[in-house]
């Protein structure tokens, strides 16, 4: 399949823009992960299921991708304006554990959700904590070019020596404060940012190191720059992220990058707009959010939440409702319904569907027209089933439902369930509406669905 011109919203210019990579085939990608003191919501996981569709989108056009994920296991502070407790500290002092082993357990949770959800793992995932010595290499960079100042808290950078700060939020450096009044206490300036936290003396912090400004530990931004330039070089491809990280986290990633480098840091930002709970943005903060596990007790399996994902632009707001999700499990249920109808993949797909395809998601990721172009293939009985299947493998690629398994896959029917069915029909026959739905609902609890036609009973299950 020839590759066709893809095109992406980049944050940075404000345009849709053709993309061009630095490596002919190759893309260089950064994605914000986890700060592990807390389960990620299903917001969070909006925002890695955004950037799993771009990488896919990437891999389907048949590019080789370089993806580093962080996970913030330090430096993450409570407050906004390098003030509070680190936020791992904080949850390990409250449960009586250690940091690190909050940081453990967080992580693995998060690794768990994402496989959970078929979200390809990335090509290399680094911790903060693994890389301290990158981090204290470039605030020493910084601090020798004259971009630092320290307080006695702290080394902060001043962002006022980056003639481009705020480019990429919008705003100038002096009017990101939004006209609020502001303590400083000794930053210069309200868009200052700690790049090295002091220990407190007397305190007895569990994550600290020695560094050549004393013991203590990094700030929250320094971590990023420092490692995704490790991975990746001091100019790469693509940086994405959920929309609240743009103005001040990615803004910062970027001031500390370029003024340590003198070259620009990435070519295209992507950033993905929130989830909302009844039109609400879902944060912690205001715990008003779910978790993955939250859908599965209410039983809406993971794969149902990817597709619900689908249903709006990664650059839309998407509302939340579990009416919403049962739509998506529904609909999930019926399509492997369908391709369990269907003869084994062909040699040749539906070239004219494909092509619409690849259309839809190289004009920066549509994945809803993408899903559309899928639904309006699945029914159209002109084409013959077996081309439907070729063309649904290669769609699959990046929505990552796992349908392969479900098509020409014939329900095994136990020997326990077909008694039930059985039985429930010879209550229809005697009219027996209340036996009949007892038997319904045994048999849906088992896993399996009961359609009634013409010709019968007929089974449906998602095994």
């Given at each position: 399949?020839?590759?066709?011109?893809?095109?992406?919203?980049n944050?940075?210019?404000?345009?849709?823009?053709?993309?061009?990579?630095?490596?002919?085939g190759?893309?260089?990608?950064?994605?914000?992960?986890?700060?592990?003191?807390?389960?990620?919501?299903?917001?969070?996981?909006?925002?890695?299921?955004?950037?799993d569709?771009?990488?896919?989108?990437?891999?389907l056009?048949?590019?080789?991708?370089?993806?580093?994920?962080?996970?913030?296991?330090?430096?993450?502070?409570?407050?906004?304006?390098?003030?509070g407790?680190?936020?791992?500290?904080?949850?390990?002092?409250?449960?009586?554990?250690?940091?690190?082993?909050?940081?453990?357990?967080?992580?693995?949770?998060?690794?768990?959700?994402?496989?959970?959800?078929?979200?390809?793992?990335?090509?290399t995932?680094?911790?903060?904590?693994?890389h301290?010595?990158e981090?204290?290499?470039?605030?020493?960079?910084?601090?020798?070019?004259?971009?630092?100042?320290?307080?006695?808290?702290?080394?902060?950078?001043?962002?006022?020596?980056?003639?481009?700060?705020?480019?990429?939020?919008?705003?100038?450096?002096?009017?990101?404060?939004?006209?609020a009044?502001?303590?400083?206490?000794?930053?210069?300036?309200h868009?200052?940012?700690?790049?090295?936290?002091?220990?407190?003396?007397?305190?007895?912090?569990?994550?600290?190191?020695?560094?050549?400004?004393?013991?203590?530990?990094?700030?929250?931004?320094?971590?990023?720059?420092?490692?995704?330039m490790?991975?990746?070089?001091?100019?790469?491809?693509?940086?994405?992220?959920?929309?609240?990280?743009?103005?001040?986290?990615?803004?910062?990633?970027?001031?500390?990058a370029?003024?340590?480098?003198?070259?620009?840091?990435?070519?295209?930002?992507?950033?993905?707009?929130?989830l909302?709970?009844?039109?609400?943005?879902?944060?912690?903060?205001?715990?008003?959010?779910?978790?993955?596990?939250?859908?599965?007790?209410?039983c809406?399996?993971?794969l149902?939440?990817?597709?619900?994902?689908m249903?709006?632009?990664y650059?839309?707001?998407?509302?939340?409702?579990?009416?919403?999700?049962?739509?998506?499990?529904?609909?999930?249920?019926?399509l492997?319904?369908?391709?369990?109808?269907?003869?084994?993949?062909?040699?040749?797909?539906?070239?004219?569907?494909?092509?619409?395809?690849?259309?839809?998601?190289?004009?920066?990721?549509?994945?809803?027209g993408?899903?559309?172009?899928?639904?309006?293939?699945?029914?159209?009985?002109?084409?013959?089933?077996?081309?439907?299947?070729?063309?649904?493998?290669?769609?699959d690629?990046?929505?990552?439902?796992?349908?392969?398994?479900?098509?020409?896959?014939?329900?095994?029917?136990?020997?326990?369930?077909?008694?039930?069915?059985?039985?429930?029909?010879?209550?229809?026959?005697?009219?027996?509406?209340?036996?009949?739905?007892?038997l319904?609902?045994?048999?849906?609890?088992?896993?399996?669905?009961?359609?009634?036609?013409?010709?019968?009973?007929?089974?449906?299950?998602?095994?």
């Amino acid at each position: 399949m020839p590759m066709q011109p893809i095109k992406l919203f980049n944050t940075l210019t404000r345009t849709k823009e053709d993309f061009t990579p630095m490596i002919p085939g190759k893309v260089g990608i950064y994605t914000c992960g986890p700060t592990v003191y807390h389960d990620v919501h299903i917001g969070n996981l909006r925002t890695f299921l955004f950037e799993d569709f771009l990488k896919r989108m990437f891999e389907l056009n048949g590019y080789e991708v370089n993806h580093v994920m962080n996970i913030t296991d330090v430096g993450h502070l409570v407050g906004d304006g390098d003030v509070g407790e680190d936020k791992v500290a904080k949850t390990a002092k409250e449960n009586g554990q250690t940091a690190w082993d909050v940081a453990e357990h967080y992580t693995k949770l998060f690794l768990k959700d994402v496989n959970d959800l078929a979200i390809e793992p990335p090509t290399t995932l680094c911790k903060a904590t693994d890389h301290i010595k990158e981090q204290i290499a470039l605030i020493q960079e910084l601090e020798a070019k004259g971009f630092t100042y320290k307080t006695k808290d702290g080394i902060y950078y001043d962002t006022k020596k980056f003639e481009k700060y705020g480019a990429l939020g919008g705003q100038k450096a002096e009017d990101k404060r939004g006209g609020a009044r502001v303590d400083l206490g000794e930053k210069h300036s309200h868009t200052d940012f700690a790049l090295w936290k002091f220990s407190t003396k007397g305190e007895k912090r569990q994550m600290e190191w020695e560094s050549p400004w004393g013991k203590g530990f990094p700030g929250w931004h320094i971590e990023c720059s420092a490692m995704a330039m490790k991975y990746l070089g001091p100019t790469f491809d693509i940086h994405a992220g959920g929309m609240d990280l743009a103005p001040v986290h990615h803004e910062n990633e970027i001031a500390q990058a370029e003024a340590a480098t003198d070259k620009p840091f990435v070519h295209y930002w992507l950033h993905g707009e929130f989830l909302l709970l009844d039109e609400k943005k879902m944060s912690k903060s205001v715990k008003n959010i779910f978790t993955l596990n939250d859908l599965v007790v209410n039983c809406a399996e993971p794969l149902a939440y990817r597709l619900f994902a689908m249903s709006a632009h990664y650059r839309s707001k998407l509302n939340f409702t579990y009416e919403a999700l049962r739509a998506s499990s529904n609909a999930l249920r019926g399509l492997r319904a369908t391709l369990r109808e269907w003869d084994a993949p062909a040699d040749h797909g539906c070239e004219e569907f494909e092509k619409r395809f690849i259309e839809r998601l190289n004009d920066d990721l549509d994945m809803p027209g993408a899903l559309a172009v899928m639904w309006e293939m699945v029914r159209d009985e002109k084409q013959p089933s077996a081309a439907k299947a070729k063309s649904i493998l290669m769609m699959d690629r990046v929505f990552g439902l796992s349908l392969a398994k479900f098509i020409g896959a014939k329900i095994e029917v136990p020997e326990t369930i077909q008694v039930l069915v059985d039985e429930r029909e010879k209550a229809r026959t005697n009219k027996d509406w209340i036996r009949s739905d007892e038997l319904r609902l045994e048999i849906e609890l088992a896993g399996f669905e009961i359609e009634d036609t013409a010709t019968g009973p007929k089974l449906r299950s998602d095994h």
